[in-house]
């Protein structure tokens, strides 16, 4: 049984690579050719709090027009800060036929210092060395070596940890993977509050919906829906006639008074006629008055001062 | 091309249409819940006012009550006729006191009005009266 953790091939970036064909996903290690390390001893425990401070470290040491993000990390009391151009750096690596899905992590050869013993050659101008606890490229002409290193570049400098994923930020993307998640998790945020929104509406109605059935239950021939229009509008036909029959019997009723007296009322399902006998011409006018207001017809009965009031109902 | 470029727009525009699916599933729930509140509360309705109509129209006191329209003018002028859930009767000589009477109670009594003939006939009144329930 292996325990040991299984690395993938660790590959060197440097501006004098040949291009490589790539089959599997691999690691990328950066040279100082494509980042601008400062080490700064300072007042800060974490490393998110020395990051904050790490655009005002490199200010005027970059240069103008790139797009610089920062990784800090801590080499002993120092705080490391390393400025680098994606966009400089997947071009550069795309122009070596490495395709960016075949990144799996892309390190800086700073992060392993302690794995270059001795110099590394890069070409025959150039190495790869350690001055000062800081990975630099040297000209090969001024090591005491002459680049003869026997140092071979392989996964074991791969880092720990403090590696970084490229894919993230792919060129065609026009939102950083971090926006995208923020974006992403806000918005699962609304869809939690509508769905959990959406679900209380559910049995809402339960109030209204018991006493429904107890009602059902109470009259169970008003559940179905055409019994119970038919029923109520019987019962609906029935108290408007009989409110209107009342009705008019009252306000024939109002019409008796002081010189009025009532002859007759016929009254059926359909209409009425009634027959009142007055005084006078004045109080037959106020009669056929009050008659007149209500819709009702009235009629005079020949060379009398009796009137005859009739209607529908 | 590959979906992976592209990640990051597929992730945020994958939550965003679940997004917009719950913000329309909510709103599917509002509506339905306002319909069905509407539906329930108008059934609701509709059958308190059948129930009300029915008690009131079909009385099962109206036996009793109608009893009334019989003694509250001295039998010798009653005549009184009452089949199923019919009434038939005829008034003689009522003073117009007791026709004003009788006409209260018939008025405030729940059976449906199917004749009512009065007549004067010098100083007292006449009064067919039929109706049913």
Redesign the interface.
Known sequence: MNFIRKTKELLLAHTSMQRVTLSKSVNVMLTPQFYTLKKEELPVKYAYQAKKIAPSLFEGLLEDGGTYDYIVFKEGDAWVFIAYDIERIRKFLQSKGIAIEKISKLFFAQQSVNSFTTPLSLSDKESLAVIDDTVVVVPSIALSDKGQSVLVFDEKFTPKEGGFSIKGTTKNSMITQTQALSLAAIFMLFAGIFMVEGSRYTGENQVENEELQSLYEEYPALENTSTRKNIIDKYKNIDSAERKKRDVIKSLSKMIFKGVTLNSVAMNEKSFKAQFSCIDNDVAKRVKKLAKKLHYNTSKVKNSTDLTVEGTL | M?W??????F??IS??I??I???M??????V??VE??KS??Y??E??????A??K??TDKKINKKIEVFKIIVPSSKVSWSKKNKKITASYQGLSSNELNNL?IKI?NT?V?????????TGLTYNMEFKCKW
């Open positions: 590959s992976k470029r592209y990640q990051n727009e992730i945020a939550t965003f679940l997004m699916l719950a913000y599933y909510k709103h599917n729930q509002v339905s819940h069905e509140s329930v509360t059934t609701l509709e059958i308190k006012e059948g129930i109509l029915k009131i129209w006409i008025l729940p449906q009005i199917t004749l009512l003939d009065i007549q004067k």
